[in-house]
T-cell receptor
Framework: DTGVSQDPRHKITKRGQNVTFRCDPISEHNRLYWYRQTLGQGPEFLTYFQNEAQLEKSRLLSDRFSAERPKGSFSTLEIQRTEQGDSAMYLC??????????????FGSGTRLTVV | AQSVTQPDIHITVSEGASLELRCNYSYGATPYLFWYVQSPGQGLQLLLKYFSGDTLVQGIKGFEAEFKRSQSSFNLRKPSVHWSDAAEYFCAVGPSGYSTLTFGKGTMLLVSP
């Protein structure tokens, strides 16, 4: 298992364009999380899935943001009509849903979005 | 609501010296606590975690942390810092090990020769 993979690593887009990011979690992990990290801040929760069900969304996730995990494996995060304030590192993480001492997340390397 | 405070934005430590990074949390129940490290442009790597049991927990790379319920603290320590430890460190708290986490703003560790 190669851990959590995110693609692309970097994305530069013009304001108003749509972007989509992909996350492939650790295969046996049924929970998948999206966080956003701006400069000088810690990661902030956006949303998470258990299998294909989106169980929680943060108020940070405006109507321009949508996330999917259609088959309970990989996930996509789409931002429509990007704004400069969307510039951030978008982090994906995965975990088991419960049980045992192996709790906690594994993070991917993130997708750095720059909106110009 | 849960929150995490990391009072030090930057810390500079000489190589070979000891290190302590502070973390204070606010949480209504028994928290799950984590320390993560992030190198520039990278994701976060889990250093150690705590939920119950021995209040002194050992992690990877020679790090340890002590949970002090009375002080709502979970400080990270290392007896001898290496230049490769230079990175940003984040403390996080959550209601379980499998749900949303609240992170502090991080402490940037600089290691001087």
């Amino acid at each position: 298992d190669t851990g959590v993979s995110q693609d692309p690593r970097h994305k530069i887009t013009k304001r108003g364009q749509n972007v989509t990011f992909r996350c492939d979690p650790i295969s046996e992990h049924n929970r998948l999380y999206w966080y956003r990290q701006t400069l000088g801040q810690g990661p902030e929760f956006l949303t998470y899935f258990q299998n294909e069900a989106q169980l929680e969304k943060s108020r940070l996730l405006s109507d321009r943001f949508s996330a999917e995990r259609p088959k309970g494996s990989f996930s996509t995060l789409e931002i429509q009509r990007t704004e400069q304030g969307d510039s951030a590192m978008y982090l994906c993480a995965s975990s088991l849903a419960q049980g045992g001492a192996n709790y906690g997340y594994t993070f991917g390397s993130g997708t750095r979005l720059t909106v110009v | 609501a849960q929150s995490v405070t990391q009072p030090d934005i930057h810390i500079t430590v000489s190589e070979g010296a000891s290190l302590e990074l502070r973390c204070n949390y606010s949480y209504g129940a028994t928290p799950y606590l984590f320390w993560y490290v992030q190198s520039p442009g990278q994701g976060l790597q889990l250093l150690l975690k705590y939920f119950s049991g021995d209040t002194l927990v050992q992690g990877i790379k020679g790090f340890e942390a002590e949970f002090k319920r009375s002080q709502s603290s979970f400080n990270l320590r290392k007896p001898s810092v290496h230049w490769s430890d230079a990175a940003e460190y984040f403390c996080a708290v959550g209601p379980s090990g499998y749900s949303t986490l609240t992170f502090g703003k991080g402490t940037m560790l600089l290691v001087s020769p």
